[in-house]
C-alpha cells in the first residue's frame, strides 16, 4: 500500500459551477479557505463542474465537509468537452465511497488524466440536498518507499474546560480536528528536491491532501485535507537518501 501527496488545488485557479445553489451558499464557497463554510444545492440529484482554465493533469478529487451517505451515489467525469460526450475518464457510478464520519469523497486515479472540464454527479433518495466546503484537484506525488513505521494519529479537541470554586468541571464543547504525524524516511534526490519545492510553494500557508493508502477500502477514513501544523527539516540519512517528518492538521 501506498501514499499520496497533493500539494496544488487546480480547482481554486479555476470557476466552478454547480446546477443549484442556495443564494447564500454558492459553488464559489468550495475555493473558500474554511470548509464549514459551505456550498448548498436547492435539491438532490445534482451536480459541480470546475473549469480549469486549460487541460492540467490530475489524478486526485476531493470533496471535503461533504454530507453524503455511504448510499449516495457518485461519478466523476474528466474531460476537454464541457458537455463530456467524449470523456477522457468516467468513473461510472460509485457508491458507498462517502463515509458520513469523516464527511468527505476522496477518489484517486490508477494514473494521472488530463482534461481542462471535471464534474462530480451526486444522487442519493434519502437526501434533500448536497453541500460541501472545499473542492481539490490535484496531482499526486507518490514516493517509491511509503512512510515508515511510527505513523501516528490523533483527534485534537477544541474544546475547553474549566472548574469552579466548587470543583464543578465545565466544557465548553466545541469541535474537533484531526492530527497526523509520518515520515518519509527514504526520499531519492529527485523526491527530496520535489519535497524541498513543495515547502517552499506550501510552508505552513497552503492547503495540502494526504492519503495514507491508496488502495484503502475506506478512502474517507484514510484521507486528510488540511495544512502543516509544524516547519521541519529534510535531513541527509544517508548518501542520496533523505528523510522528511510532517504533521498535518485537518482543516475545519
Not at 480536528?177 to 524516511?185: D, E, G, H, N, V
Amino acid at each position: 500500500m501506498s501514499c499520496i501527496l497533493a500539494t496544488i488545488n487546480l480547482a481554486d485557479h479555476g470557476t466552478i459551477y454547480a446546477d443549484s445553489a442556495v443564494a447564500s451558499l454558492p459553488a464559489a464557497l468550495l475555493q473558500g479557505l474554511h470548509v464549514a463554510q459551505v456550498w448548498r444545492s436547492i435539491a438532490a440529484p445534482t451536480w459541480l463542474r470546475a473549469d480549469l482554465g486549460a487541460s492540467q493533469s490530475f489524478d486526485v478529487i476531493a470533496l471535503v465537509g461533504f454530507n453524503a451517505l455511504m448510499t449516495s451515489e457518485i461519478r466523476v467525469r474528466i474531460g476537454d468537452d464541457p458537455d463530456f460526450s467524449s470523456a477522457a475518464y468516467d468513473s461510472g457510478t460509485l457508491t458507498g465511497a462517502c463515509d458520513p464520519v469523516y464527511k468527505q469523497f476522496v477518489h484517486v486515479l490508477a494514473a494521472p488524466v488530463s482534461g481542462r472540464y471535471l464534474r462530480i454527479d451526486m444522487a442519493d433518495g434519502a437526501l434533500d440536498y448536497f453541500e460541501a466546503g472545499r473542492l481539490f484537484v490535484g496531482l499526486g506525488f507518490r514516493p517509491k518507499i511509503n512512510f515508515s513505521y511510527g505513523a501516528g494519529r490523533s483527534v485534537v479537541s477544541l474544546s475547553q474546560r474549566s472548574q469552579s470554586h466548587g470543583g464543578q468541571l465545565y466544557t465548553d464543547r466545541r469541535g474537533k480536528q484531526r492530527r497526523w504525524s509520518f515520515t518519509l524516511s527514504s526520499l531519492s534526490p529527485a523526491e527530496a528536491e520535489f519535497i524541498e519545492r513543495f515547502d517552499v510553494v506550501n510552508a505552513l500557508d497552503a492547503d495540502v491532501l494526504f492519503c495514507a493508502f491508496v488502495t484503502s477500502s475506506n478512502l474517507s477514513r484514510d484521507t486528510l485535507f488540511g495544512y502543516l501544523d509544524t516547519s521541519s527539516e529534510i535531513a541527509d540519512r544517508a548518501f542520496q537518501l533523505s528523510s522528511k517528518p510532517f504533521v498535518i492538521m485537518e482543516r475545519r
